[in-house]
Every structure is written in C-alpha cells, then in structure tokens.
C-alpha cells in the first residue's frame, strides 16, 4: 500500500500489549488536542480528543493524557490489535496564533506483530 | 455518520495545467480544509474556509487558490501545476462552535504532476 510518511518514527509491538505513542507540543497557549489514526490509502480517522482543562480522557480501548507541565501529550492503546497498525498523528489547536485551525505533528507509525 | 467526498483518488497532470480538486461534505458543516500530506512533512494546512464565499491561507498557499460557492462544496485549485505540487491532497470538515471540533477527513486524492 501507499506510505503516508518514509521517515517517520515506529513503533512495534506485539499483538495484545498495550502501545503508548507520544507527542510533544510546543505552544503552551494550545487549548484542544485530536488524535488521529491513518491507514495506508486512507484519510486520517478522528480517534480522540481533549481539553486543556482535563488532564485524561478515556474511549474504547484508548486514553489520552495530556501533561500541560511538560506539553506532553500520549496516546495509550490497550490490547493492541494487527487492526491498529497505522500512522498516528497528534494535532493542537494553537489559539495564540488567532487561527481556529489545527496543527499537525508529523505522525508514528505502530506496527502490530501478532 | 460524516461523509467528506474528494472527487478524485488519483489523478495525473501536465506541468503548466490548471487543476481543480473537488471535495463535498454532507454534514452541513461550516468549516472546510485543504491540506497536502507528502512523507515525513505530516499534513500541512493550504487554506481554510468558515463560510460561503470566506476563505483564509493556510501555511502554505503559494501556488494554490480556492473556492467555495456553496456550504457543501470547496474545491483547491492550481493554476498552473508545477511538479513540486505532486502530492496527497486531503480535503476535511468541521462544525464552527467555538472552532475546537474534530476535522473529519476524505480519503485523499493523490495527484502526480508530469
């Protein structure tokens, strides 16, 4: 299938493990953050999203924690399935800039193993 | 569920051409998004629109041009295709309220420019 990025970084684990993928943010003004989930041929799937206000946030098998200390933010995937093998990108809302458009992160890809 | 439509999944143009990318949503959404995806870039904003007849740039918007004459419709434009706008394009929707809502993506048209 088509590659959605030749340079990103990867993460592989084995099918069952819980994956943590991470993101770094820069602007300490950002407000709400999405996570998004690409497959090969794909456009980027809505997964999650949070609040500056909040600190986690849980769905289906994923938790989004958001550290505003550090402008850190994680995606936990638990029971990681072959089906969840795809680009992760992290994307803010940077409202100091005055744009209510969001910014991406480059993306990591998860390879699951099973 | 939301449906974002990109008219195309491939196509391929002649340097010097006049293209347009079309791309639909059915949710009635008053937010659309152009952005290019190209390997380890992640995805990058070329223009926005809050608006029948609105539009804003984007990082990126040299080169490119939009319009949206209805709610549903925003199409991207290149007029005249150079080979360094070879690339995904992906089109995306969101509601207004307040501008902190996920964007829903198409699948991408992947345009190569000869």
């Known amino acids: 299938g088509e590659s959605v990025g030749l340079h990103l970084p990867t993460l592989s684990v084995q099918e069952g493990d819980n994956s943590i993928i991470n993101c770094a943010y820069s602007?300490?003004?950002?407000?709400?953050f999405i996570w998004y989930k690409q497959e090969s041929g794909k456009g980027p799937q809505f997964i999650i999203d949070?609040?500056?206000?909040?600190d986690k946030r849980q769905g289906q098998r994923v938790t989004v924690l958001l550290n505003k200390t550090v402008k850190h933010l994680s995606l936990q995937i638990a029971a990681t399935q072959p089906g969840d093998s795809a680009v992760y990108f992290c994307?803010?809302?940077?409202?100091?800039?005055?744009?209510?458009?969001?910014?991406f992160g480059s993306g990591t890809r998860l390879q699951v193993q099973p | 569920d939301v449906k974002v439509t990109q008219s195309s999944r491939y196509l391929v143009k002649r340097t010097g051409e006049k293209v347009f990318l079309e791309c639909v949503q059915d949710?009635?959404?008053?937010?659309m998004f152009w952005y290019r995806q190209d390997p380890g870039l992640g995805l990058r904003l070329i223009y926005f629109?809050?608006?029948?007849?609105?539009?804003e740039k984007g990082d990126i918007p040299e080169g490119y041009s939009v319009s949206r004459e209805k709610k549903e419709r925003f199409s991207l434009i290149l007029e005249s295709a150079s080979t360094n706008q070879t690339s995904m394009y992906l089109c995306?929707?969101?509601?207004?309220?307040?501008?902190?809502?996920?964007?829903?993506f198409g699948d991408g048209t992947r345009l190569s420019i000869l």
């Open positions: 949070i609040r500056s206000n909040m």
């Open positions: 629109s809050y608006d029948v007849k609105m539009k």
């Open positions: 602007n300490s003004a950002s407000d709400y």
């Open positions: 994307a803010e809302n940077r409202r100091s800039t005055g744009r209510r458009a969001l910014t």
């Open positions: 995306a929707s969101s509601y207004l309220q307040g501008g902190d809502q996920p964007q829903h």
């Open positions: 949710m009635d959404h008053e937010n």
